[in-house]
C-alpha cells in the first residue's frame, strides 16, 4: 500500500439495500437522539459528506467511515432521494481499515467560543434558531444557549478562547446587561478560580433569585406590573429580579392584601403581616399577645366509626374522591375550630414560608383585647398582668426585608471577623459539625456555599481584608500540576496553612442555632460596632421618621416635649438621617453630649442586631 492508495474514484452510487456497517466501523454504539437529529439535517440539507465502504465478494459494501449516517439514511427510506447513495470505496481491506481508523480519530470538536461565534455569525444573517440547530445536528436549547453566549463583549469572547475563563464561568457573564460592569468584573475575575456563582454575585449584588420566597408569592407578573425588571439566567433556568425595593413593597402590600381578606373571611378581629419566614415567639411577645387554641370538636359513635373505616381503606390507597372528601371533612370535624367567640376577641398573623406559601398563625388576642377576651370567659387571665396605670409598649415599626436581611449579614460579618483571631475555636466548631453531632443544623457553610456577609450598602462596613480579598489562586486553574502545588504548598510551614484554614473557615461560619451563636460570640468577643458604623445610607435613611425621633431621644436622654427633640422631629427625615450620622461619626465632638451618652452612641445597635 502506498500513498496513490489512498485516492480513491469518484464516489459510486450504491443502492442503500446494499449498504451494511462494516465490522471495521469503530463507532458500534451511537445514540438514537443524534441518529434522529442527523437524519433531519439529511432530509433538510442533503447528504453533505459521502460514506465510505468497501465492496465484499457479494457484491455488497460494508460502511467503514459514515456509521451514524448510514442508521440516518435508513429512517429516510421514504424520500426517493436517499435510495442510492454515493459511497467512497477503498481498493483493498487495508485501505479501507485506515480509512476508519483516521476518521474516527480525527474527528474533533470545535471550540466552544468558535462555535458561539459561529452560531451568531448565523443568526446576524438571518438564520433561525431551528435552522441552525438542524445544520449541526443539536438541540434547539443548545443553540439557544450558544446564541446567549453570542452576546457577550468581545472581550469575554475571547478570554473563553483563551481559556482564561471556562465556558460555565464565561456563562455567567450573560446575566448582566451593563458592559461597563462585565468588562470591570472580566478584569477582577481574570486567572482566578471564581465560581460562576460568585461572578454572578458581582455582576448583580442586588439582584433576587425568581426562587426567592419573596418572588415566588409575588410572581413574576405582579412584580412586572408594579415597575420590577427581571433580567434572565439561561443558563440557570432562573429568572432574576434586579429592583429589590419593588419586590419588597409588592410583597408587604400583597401580604397585608391577603392578611385582610383572610380576616374577613374568617371573622377575626383583626389581622397583622410579619416580613419574616417564621413566626417566632420573640414576634408573639412583641405583639404582646396571648393564645388561643382552637376547640376541639366531637363524633358521634357512628361519626367516629366511620371516620376509621374510610382512614383503613386511605391507608391501603383504596379510598375514592368522594371517600376523601368524607374523611376531610370528618377529620375537620374532629379537630374542632375556632368558635365566633374567640375571633371576636382575636386575630391572625400572616406571613410567607421560605418556599413563598402563606401561613397564618391565628388565635392570637392583642394586649388592648385582653381584658375583654378573660372577661367573656375565652382566655384564662394572665399570671403576668401588668401593673394599675401601666401602658402596653407600642408595637414597632417594622423594617424592610432587605435592611432586615442586610442587618443579618452585618452581624454574621461581625462574627466572622472576629473568629478569624480564633483558630481553635473554629476548629473545634469544624469537628463538632462534620462528625455528625449537630443533625440537620449546621455552623459552617462547609458545602463550599459562598457565606454572605456583604449588604447591599457597604458604606460604613469594612470587614478584615482577609474576608475581603480572595486568596491567591492559580494563574491557569485548568491546568496545574496538583500534586506540585500541594508539596509546595505544605512547605509554607503550619503556621501559613493554619492562617488559610482560619481564613477560610471563618468565611464560611454561617451559625443556625442561636443559643451556639451566643456561644461563639462570647468566646470570640464578637463586636459589630468594630465592623460597622451605622449611616445615613446604610441604615437611617431606609428607617421611618418616627423610629428616627426615638432614636435620638433614647441617645441624648430627652423627653418628649424638649426643645432639642422636638426641634429634631421637625426635621425633614433626611436631615434626621444626616444629623444622626454626624452623631454617630463622632459624639464627642457634638456639644452637649455627655460622656455617658457618647458610651451609649459606641454600642448602640438596632433591635435585631442587639
Not at 180 to 192: C, E, I, K, S
Not at 306 to 334: F, I, Q, T, Y
Not at 377 to 388: I, K, Y
Request: proline share 6%.
Amino acid at each position: 500500500m502506498n500513498a496513490q492508495t489512498f485516492i480513491a474514484e469518484a464516489p459510486e452510487l450504491v443502492a442503500f439495500a446494499d449498504l451494511y456497517l462494516s465490522p471495521l466501523n469503530p463507532r458500534r454504539l451511537v445514540p438514537e437522539a443524534s441518529v434522529t437529529a442527523l437524519a433531519q439535517n439529511i432530509r433538510d440539507l442533503g447528504l453533505i459528506q459521502n460514506l465510505a465502504g468497501l465492496r465484499d465478494g457479494t457484491g455488497r459494501v460494508g460502511i467503514v467511515a459514515g456509521g451514524r449516517r448510514l442508521r440516518a439514511l435508513a429512517l429516510l427510506q421514504d424520500d426517493p432521494r436517499f435510495q442510492a447513495i454515493p459511497v467512497r470505496l477503498a481498493p483493498d481491506e487495508a485501505t479501507a481499515a485506515v480509512w476508519a481508523s483516521s476518521e474516527n480519530h480525527q474527528r474533533e470538536q470545535p471550540h466552544p467560543a468558535d462555535e458561539v461565534r459561529e452560531y451568531g455569525a448565523l443568526a446576524a444573517r438571518g438564520v433561525d434558531l431551528p435552522a441552525i440547530a438542524i445544520a449541526f445536528g443539536v438541540t434547539e436549547r443548545h443553540v439557544q444557549r450558544r446564541l446567549a453566549l453570542a452576546g457577550l463583549p468581545e472581550p469575554v469572547l475571547q478570554a473563553l478562547r483563551e481559556d482564561v475563563l471556562s465556558l460555565g464561568q464565561a456563562a455567567a457573564f450573560t446575566i448582566s446587561d451593563d458592559e461597563a460592569v462585565t468588562l470591570d468584573v472580566l478584569a477582577r475575575v481574570r486567572g482566578h478560580a471564581y465560581s460562576e456563582a460568585h461572578i454572578k454575585r458581582m455582576l448583580k449584588p442586588d439582584s433576587i433569585r425568581g426562587s426567592d420566597r419573596r418572588a415566588v408569592f409575588v410572581g413574576r407578573d405582579a412584580y412586572l406590573a408594579a415597575g420590577g425588571r427581571i433580567g434572565g439566567d439561561l443558563f440557570a433556568d432562573e429568572d432574576l429580579f434586579d429592583s429589590p425595593d419593588v419586590l419588597d413593597r409588592a410583597f408587604e402590600a400583597k401580604l397585608r392584601a391577603e392578611a385582610e381578606v383572610l380576616r374577613q373571611a374568617e371573622g377575626w378581629r383583626w389581622a397583622a403581616i410579619s416580613l419574616e419566614d417564621y413566626v417566632s415567639y420573640a414576634e408573639i411577645e412583641r405583639l404582646a399577645a396571648g393564645r388561643l387554641y382552637p376547640v376541639p370538636g366531637e363524633l358521634t359513635e357512628e361519626e367516629q366509626e366511620r371516620h376509621d373505616e374510610l382512614a383503613e381503606l386511605a391507608n391501603a390507597d383504596v379510598l375514592d374522591e368522594a371517600g376523601l372528601a368524607l374523611l376531610d371533612a370528618l377529620s375537620a370535624l374532629a379537630e374542632g375550630g375556632y368558635t365566633p367567640e374567640q375571633k371576636a376577641h382575636a386575630g391572625v398573623l400572616v406571613h410567607v414560608d421560605r418556599t413563598g406559601e402563606r401561613r397564618a398563625t391565628p388565635g392570637l388576642v392583642r394586649s388592648e383585647d385582653r381584658a375583654g377576651a378573660e372577661e367573656a370567659g375565652v382566655l384564662a387571665p394572665s399570671s403576668h398582668r401588668p401593673s394599675p396605670g401601666a401602658t402596653a409598649p407600642a408595637a414597632k415599626p417594622s423594617l424592610s426585608a432587605t435592611l432586615r436581611e442586610d442587618l443579618r449579614r452585618i452581624a454574621r460579618g461581625a462574627r466572622q471577623n472576629a473568629l478569624l483571631e480564633t483558630p481553635d475555636l473554629l476548629l473545634d466548631l469544624l469537628a463538632f459539625q462534620i462528625g455528625g453531632r449537630m443533625g440537620f443544623l449546621r455552623a459552617l457553610g462547609v458545602k463550599a456555599d459562598t457565606v454572605e456577609t456583604q449588604p447591599s450598602t457597604g458604606t460604613g462596613y469594612v470587614l478584615d481584608a482577609r474576608l475581603t480579598t480572595p486568596p491567591d489562586g492559580p494563574k491557569d486553574p485548568f491546568r496545574l500540576d496538583l500534586a506540585k502545588a500541594f508539596r509546595a504548598y505544605r512547605k509554607q510551614g503550619p503556621e501559613a496553612v493554619r492562617a488559610d484554614l482560619a481564613r477560610a473557615l471563618a468565611s464560611l461560619v454561617d451559625v443556625e442555632d442561636e443559643a451556639l451563636g451566643h456561644l461563639l460570640d462570647k468566646e470570640a468577643k464578637t463586636t459589630i460596632r468594630a465592623v460597622w458604623t451605622p449611616t445615613a445610607e446604610n441604615f437611617f435613611g431606609r428607617v421611618s421618621g418616627a423610629i428616627l425621633d426615638d432614636l435620638w431621644r433614647h441617645l441624648l436622654d430627652l423627653a418628649p416635649e424638649h426643645p432639642t427633640a422636638t426641634t429634631f422631629a421637625r426635621l425633614k427625615k433626611r436631615e434626621k438621617a444626616e444629623r444622626l450620622e454626624h452623631l454617630f461619626a463622632d459624639p464627642r465632638a457634638v456639644r452637649g453630649v455627655t460622656e455617658a451618652q457618647a458610651t451609649r452612641i459606641a454600642k448602640w445597635l438596632p433591635e435585631e442586631l442587639a
